[in-house]
């Protein structure tokens, strides 16, 4: 099993309410990724890192924010949650070329806004 | 646009039987493509990796089969077992970026019963 935990593994939370996620990783990784998955939908990628103080938006529009002040450790914040930010968040990593080298994908965050 | 279409999108069958997931593509350029078997809340976890010259890949009872000219990808599953009830992702990965972006279809949802 992969080297990269998030925690909480499932939060319920109220409207308004910030809530940051996190992702750490033991593997040494320098690349790191959010992603959004809806069930029976595919993975969606909304921020990746290529490593320390490098955060970059994926294809999904989201509004959450990233930092990796850390290479093993890339949390993800959501100011003011929203019913519509209710889904599943994913964070993997990988060595450098993701093309080459296999994503890690941590356990997931099961998150519903109430 | 890059796509990766699955099917079937479930599927039941009993414990002993063989079953077949198919993957088609249109993902360009092509790099490599990946079977990812994901448990129900949990992350994906990679199971074969396939590029271009590669037609057949065994790991255990799964075997991936790649025809890169037809752009159609296939996940074999021998003699299943209650523990292969997971959703099934096909990842396809392109070259033409440095990140190197992964495309993932919506997955298969296989059912294995007694």
């Known amino acids: 099993e992969a080297d990269i935990y998030q925690t909480p593994r499932y939060l319920v939370i109220g409207t308004g309410k910030k809530i940051t996620l996190e992702c750490s990783q033991t593997?040494?990784?320098?690349?790191m990724y959010w992603y959004q998955q809806d069930p029976g939908m595919e993975l969606h990628l909304i921020h990746y890192s290529y490593g320390v103080n490098s955060t970059e938006k994926g294809d999904l529009s989201s509004e959450s924010t990233v930092s990796r002040i850390r290479t093993e450790h890339f949390p993800l914040t959501l100011e003011s949650a929203r019913p519509s930010h209710t889904s599943q968040y994913l964070c993997?990593?990988?060595?450098?070329?993701?093309?080459?080298?296999?994503?890690?994908f941590g356990p997931g965050t099961r998150l519903t806004v109430t | 646009k890059n796509q990766v279409e699955q099917s079937p999108q479930s599927l039941i069958i009993l414990e002993g039987k063989n079953c077949t997931l198919q993957c088609n593509y249109t993902v360009s350029p092509f790099s490599n493509l990946r079977w990812y078997k994901q448990d129900t809340g949990r992350g994906p976890v990679s199971l074969t990796i396939m590029t271009f010259s590669e037609n057949t890949k065994s790991n255990g009872r799964y075997t991936a089969t790649l025809d890169a000219d037809t752009k159609q990808s296939s996940l074999h599953i021998t003699a299943s077992q209650l523990s292969d009830s997971a959703s099934y992702i096909c990842?396809?990965?392109?070259?033409?970026?440095?990140?190197?972006?992964?495309?993932f279809g919506r997955g298969t949802q296989l059912t294995v019963w007694p």
């Open positions: 990842v396809v990965s392109d070259r033409g970026s440095t990140l190197g972006r992964l495309y």
């Open positions: 593997m040494g990784h320098d690349k």
């Open positions: 993997a990593s990988s060595e450098l070329d993701s093309r080459s080298y296999e994503q890690y």
